[in-house]
C-alpha cells in the first residue's frame, strides 16, 4: 500500500520522503495572500546598517554630505565572507553613526543615514552577458553585488556559488516552502514573479554548474506551485538540466535546508559536513531572483518583498527598499490596531520582537508581524518537566531535548556539547509542544552562548600563554645572549692583561740589549784610541834627523794650537759668565 502512495506522490511531483520530526502550527497566511504585491512611497530618511549579513563588516566609502545615488556603492565587501552595501535611492549621506538596529540584542549598531532627495537618480549600470562572461569574473563582480541569502540566513551569496575541486554541485536546490507561520512574501512573490525566479535559477546553475535542479515548495501553496510548474516548462534552463517542482508536506520547519534536502533526495547532510560536501547547494527563491536582476540588468540588492501581518488592518506583501522605517510599513498595512502590544521581525516561531518600531527594515526581514494578546497570548509559568518526551518527538534533527535542558539549567555545559547541543537550529518545535510551557529553546541558546563565550575566553588565555611562553623563552635568549657576550668580553680582557704583562719584561730585555751593545762599541773605540795612542808612525823611524827636527816642530806647534784653543773657549766661557752677573745686577 505505501508503494502504491509512493507512486501516486512521484506522478504529482510529491516527495515521497517522510517529515522528520516537527510541528504544524496554526498557519495564518490566507489574511496577506489576498492582494498583490504593493510598493511603498520613497520614504524621507534611510537608515542601512552595516551589519546585514552573515561576517564582516564592509567597509565604509562614503563620507558625511557626500550625494549618492540609486545602487551606489556606499561600503564594499571586506574579507572572505561579507556582503556590500548599496543605495537603495538617491540623496545626501547625512549621518555614519551608531543607530537602533532589529536585533534581539536591541543594541544600536553602525549604520549609514540617507537623506532621500526624492528623485531616485541612477547610477551607472548595465547588464552582463554571463553565458559568455568568464565565471571568475562573475564572482568577483557579485562579492560586491550585495546578495546574501533572503531566506532569512542572509549568508553571502556570492560564497555559495563558488565551487573547487573538493566541492563540486550536482544538485541544486532551490527552497520554496516558506514553511513558518505568517510569512508569505515568497508564497506571493513565486505566484507573481515565477518567470523571473526561474532566469536566477538559471544563473545559478551556471554557476555551479549543476546537473539537475529540484525546487521545493509545500503542498499549502498550489498557486505557486502551479507557477513554478507553467515557469519550468517555458524555461530555456529544462532543456539543459533536469528541472523538477516537487510538492513537501506542510509541517514545520520542512523550510530549513537540511530539512527540505532530504525531503526532496533522502540524502541526510552530516552534522559535521556542509551540503556541498555531498554535492548540494541550496538557495531561497527570493536569492536567485536578486541573481537574475543584478546579472541581467545590473541592478544591485536595494529591495525585498516583506509580509506585513497580524493585528494590522489589511495585512500584505509589500517590496520595501532596505533601510524603510518599519513605521512607514505599518502604515502601508492600514496601521497597528489599538491593542498591539509588540512587533515582531520574522515569524512567531523563530523570530524576536523589535526594540522599537522605528528600526530600519534590513535584507534578513522577511515579515513583521504586529502582535497583540489575542495573538499571541503572554506566556504561562513554566512547570516542571514530567518527562514525556514530546520534545523529542517533534525535534527535527532527532536529538534529547530533555537531557539538554537539564544539562543547560545546572550549566553542565560540557555534558550539554557532548549531545549535540550546536546541532540543534533553534527552530522552536520543541518549546511549541512542551506541557509544561519549558522555553527550552532559550536554555539552549544561553547554553550556546556560554560555550561559545568559554570557548572564546580559552581561546584568549591560550593566546595569552603562548604569548608569555614566548615572551619567558626570549628574556631566557637575552639572558644567554648577554652572558656569552660577557664570557667573550671576559676572555678578551685576560688576554690584554696577558699582553699587558708581557710587555715590560720584552721592554727591559729590549734595553738591556741596547746597553749591552752601546757599551760595546764604547769599549771598542777606547780600544780604537788606545791603538792609535801607542801608535808610532812607521815612515819616520828612518827620516833625517832635519825631517824629524821638522816634524817635531810642527808637532809642537800643534799642541801649542791646541792649548791656545782651549784657552780661548775657557776664555769666552768666563765672558759669558760675566756679563750674565752684569745682567742679574
Known sequence: MNALVNIFKQSLGLSSIAVNGGVHPPEHKQESTSKPIGYLPLPKRLVLPLRQHVGNLPKVLVAVGDKVLKGQLLAEAEGNISAA??????????AIEDALIPHPSGLPDRCITIDVDGKDEWVEHAPYDWRKEDKTKLLESLRNSGIVGLGGAAFPTQVKLRTNAKSHVDTLVINAAECEPYITCDDMLMRERADEILKGVEVAQHLLGAKQCLIGIEDNKPEAAEALRLACANSPLAKLVSLKVMVVPTQYPSGDARQLIRLLTGIEVPADKRSTDVGLQCFNVATVLALHRYFDFGEPALSRIVTITGNVKTPANFEVLFGTPVTDLVKAGGGALDNTDDYIMGGPMMGFSLPSVDVPITKAANCVIASAPNLFAPAPPAMPCIRCARCADVCPVSLQPQELYWFSKSSNLEKARDYN?????ECGC???????????????????????????????????????????????????????????????????????????????????ATAAKKAAIAAAIERAKALKAAATPQNVVDAKPSVQAEIAEIDARRETAKQAASEGILSEQAGDNTVSTRDEI
Do not use: W
Not at 85 to 93: E, K, L, Q, V
Not at 421 to 425: A, M, S, T, V, W
Not at 433 to 446: E, K, T
Open 85 to 94: 552595501i548599496h543605495a537603495p535611492t538617491s540623496g545626501t549621506i547625512a
Open 421 to 425: 547541543l550546536f546541532d540543534c537550529i
Open 430 to 512: 520543541c518549546t511549541y509542544a512542551c506541557p509544561s510551557n519549558i522555553p527550552l529553546v532559550q536554555y539552549y541558546r544561553f547554553a550556546k552562548s556560554e560555550i561559545i563565550a568559554q570557548d572564546r575566553a580559552k581561546e584568549a588565555a591560550d593566546l595569552a600563554r603562548e604569548r608569555n611562553e614566548f615572551r619567558l623563552m626570549r628574556i631566557e635568549r637575552e639572558k644567554q645572549e648577554r652572558a656569552e657576550k660577557h664570557a667573550q668580553k671576559a676572555a678578551g680582557a685576560k688576554a690584554d692583561a696577558a699582553k699587558t704583562e708581557a710587555k715590560p719584561s720584552t721592554e727591559a730585555s729590549a734595553d738591556a
